[in-house]
């Protein structure tokens, strides 16, 4: 089977390896994003599949638009019988969804149709869930809303950041993957419609998502301090008003009264800051332009007092 694999970001090198070790799997090539400028240093740099794919040295096109004209003429050279999309960051439209005539098949980090959308993986642990998983569907014209094929559970551990989560589906998604190409290969993949009643969403993150709102209940900070390590992470300025922002990357719910935003320990582990609803225990935190290090280190090194307010 001739498969053309759309991919950009990290999740999707496994689901690529996959199919490169399938013996009865034809990647003709790869269509990732074109290389932007990253970093501080803003240096132009690839993402990570085109890097895998250009160290396989496997062919890579990179449209900025891939339904305008010259990128559907490229793909469609190439005589794909099945595209498969992990990851890639871009809509197809009908022209190229109807190109393979196996269709266009996607890997979603949930268990659809919940948190549809950019990051299901963060918005399932900062909203409190505990189970989440992979799916794999035929791409519509809907966002996430395709027929399902097939989907596999998994448990989101108490000690889950996003970064974790992540890799652990990357993984699972991948296996899942080559389950269901091997299914379309046969003639015996299932198609499952999706229940738009159940749908939810899970839009794609932005820097201000991780700003603390010390008004939440600890239990809330705590899985939005799991949920976006690595990215956006979790951050407050220290004392509030002073322009010093601390990102908090690991923290511990108790018990502890006082007004939102309040330091009201300072002994232990680390800075003991009030919510609305409990207390959140700062384990371990990053200030700018610093490294990571124990709550309780930040204390000493940052004169921290009990009555402070937290920003």
Same mark, same amino acid.
């Given at each position: 089977m001739r498969i053309l694999f759309m991919g950009s970001a990290a999740f999707a090198c496994p689901s690529l390896d996959?199919?490169?070790?399938?013996?009865?799997?034809?990647?003709?090539?790869?269509?990732s994003q074109p290389d932007r400028p990253k970093g501080r240093s803003l240096g132009v740099t690839a993402c990570p599949v085109k890097g895998q794919a250009d160290r396989r040295g496997i062919p890579v096109l990179t449209p900025?638009?891939?339904?305008? *004209?010259?990128?559907? +003429?490229?793909?469609?050279? @190439?005589?794909? !019988?099945?595209?498969?999309?992990? $990851?890639?960051?871009?809509?197809?439209?009908?022209?190229l969804r109807d190109m393979p005539r196996f269709g266009c098949i996607n890997v979603h980090a949930s268990l659809l149709p919940r948190y549809r959308g950019a990051a299901p993986i963060q918005w399932a642990i900062a909203r409190g869930?505990?189970?989440?998983?992979?799916?794999?569907?035929?791409?519509? *014209?809907?966002?996430? +809303?395709?027929?399902?094929? @097939?989907?596999? !559970?998994?448990?989101?551990?108490? $000690?889950?950041t996003g970064g974790s989560l992540h890799d652990r589906l990357a993984q699972s998604g991948a296996e899942l993957l080559s389950a269901t190409v091997d299914a379309i290969r046969k003639g015996a993949a299932p198609r499952t419609a999706?229940?738009?009643?159940?749908?939810?969403?899970?839009?794609?993150?932005?820097?201000?998502?991780?700003?603390?709102?010390?008004?939440l209940r600890a239990v809330g900070l705590h899985d939005r301090v799991r949920a976006f390590n690595p990215w956006p992470g979790c951050v407050c300025e220290v004392p509030a008003g002073a322009g010093h922002f601390l990102k908090v990357l690991r923290a511990r719910v108790e018990s502890g009264s006082g007004r939102p935003g309040m330091v009201i320990d300072i002994d232990g582990e680390g800075p003991l800051v009030q919510t609305?609803?409990?207390?959140?225990?700062?384990?371990?935190?990053?200030?700018?332009?610093?490294?990571?290090?124990?709550?309780?280190?930040?204390?000493?090194?940052h004169a921290v007092r009990v009555g402070e307010r937290v920003g």
């Open positions: 996959v199919l490169l070790a399938d013996p009865a799997a034809d990647v003709v090539g790869v269509v900025e638009r891939v339904n305008d *004209a010259d990128s559907l +003429a490229q793909i469609e050279a @190439l005589r794909p !019988e099945l595209i498969v999309v992990v $990851a890639y960051g871009q809509i197809l439209r009908k022209a869930e505990r189970v989440t998983g992979v799916s794999t569907m035929f791409l519509n *014209a809907g966002m996430d +809303a395709g027929d399902i094929i @097939l989907q596999r !559970e998994a448990a989101i551990e108490a $000690a889950d999706q229940d738009e009643a159940e749908a939810t969403y899970a839009p794609k993150l932005k820097k201000s998502d991780g700003r603390i709102d010390w008004g609305g609803n409990g207390a959140l225990r700062l384990l371990e935190v990053q200030p700018d332009g610093r490294k990571p290090m124990s709550g309780s280190a930040f204390v000493r090194g």
